[in-house]
């Protein structure tokens, strides 16, 4: 039997995106979506240990084309809006697609983080590998939720976007489970703050002004700090989202500049 990422085509939202006029914002949704499920597919194999330099090369062309077409499809639901005038439950889908490619285009955005994460990583030894299964478990739910929104958006499947919300639980377990591991091994207390940039890759220069500022706790022993690893991972995460915030903003069109095709 198909799963439900695979059945993403021809369901009823996707057959009236095949109407004349939304048919190009129904086909590069389309294409957007296959390709966000292939970067999904890459990214496991890259975290289970494969670090070939084609799956990365391509990784880094799907990543190229996502951005193009996260472009491409605001433009044109812009020039639907404006030239078609679709009746409501039309316009309702145009800008449900509007909004899942923006939240897709980012989900892209934070795959690509792993990419550059697992290049300087050594993936296959150390602490990485002891925690490699949960980190997989905990992928394998979130990469689900993605697929299983694709399709319950496309199908209007309440049930299987219930689902979802109860996946996001989940996901939220494993991180607390995982962190709490790492916190109880001690793991804070052995690596220097150069280790865990090395490991996170952050920015050491980024770590000394937050310290400089009394914004992150250490332990110096022998003239050498040691960070607290949690502290580092909500820094890491805290500069990512506020990189890919700007680059959503840097990416918006602004009203005064919308462009109507003729």
């Known amino acids: 039997s198909s799963s439900p990422a695979s ?20 086909d590069q949704f389309d294409r957007l979506t296959e390709l966000i499920l292939r970067q999904l597919s890459i990214t496991r194999q890259l975290l289970a240990g494969n670090s070939s330099a084609e799956l990365r ?7 190229s084309a996502i951005d193009g077409l996260e472009v491409s499809i605001r433009d044109e639901v812009v020039n639907v809006i404006v030239l078609h005038a679709p009746r409501a439950s039309n316009l309702r889908i145009i800008m449900a697609c509007y909004d899942t490619t923006s939240n897709l285009e980012r989900i892209g955005d934070l795959i690509h983080n792993v990419y550059e994460f697992t290049g300087g990583t050594a993936v296959s030894t150390g602490l990485y590998r002891r925690k490699s299964d949960g980190l ?38 494993w991180w607390r489970r995982i962190s709490g591991e790492l916190k109880s091994t001690g793991t804070q207390r052995t690596l220097t703050a150069e280790e865990i940039c090395e490991l996170l890759q952050l920015d050491p220069e980024e770590v000394r002004r937050r310290t400089l500022r009394g914004r992150l706790r250490y332990d ?5 700090r040691y960070y607290d690893l949690i502290d580092l991972i909500d820094l890491k995460d805290s500069l990512d989202s506020q990189l890919i915030f700007r680059q959503t903003m ?4 602004p009203d005064t500049a919308i462009q109507v095709k003729n």
């Open 7 to 26: 059945s993403v085509k021809n369901t009823p939202i996707m057959n009236r995106l095949k109407d004349t006029v939304l048919k190009p914002v129904g």
């Open 57 to 63: 090369d391509e990784l880094n062309r799907n990543e």
């Open 136 to 173: 997989l478990k905990m992928f394998d739910l979130a990469a689900d939720m993605v697929k299983n929104v694709i399709f319950a958006m496309n199908c209007s499947d309440e049930r299987l976007a219930r689902e979802v919300i109860r996946s996001d639980d989940r996901v939220d377990e």
């Open 220 to 224: 110096e022993i022998d003239g050498i």
């Open 250 to 253: 840097d990416s918006a069109v």
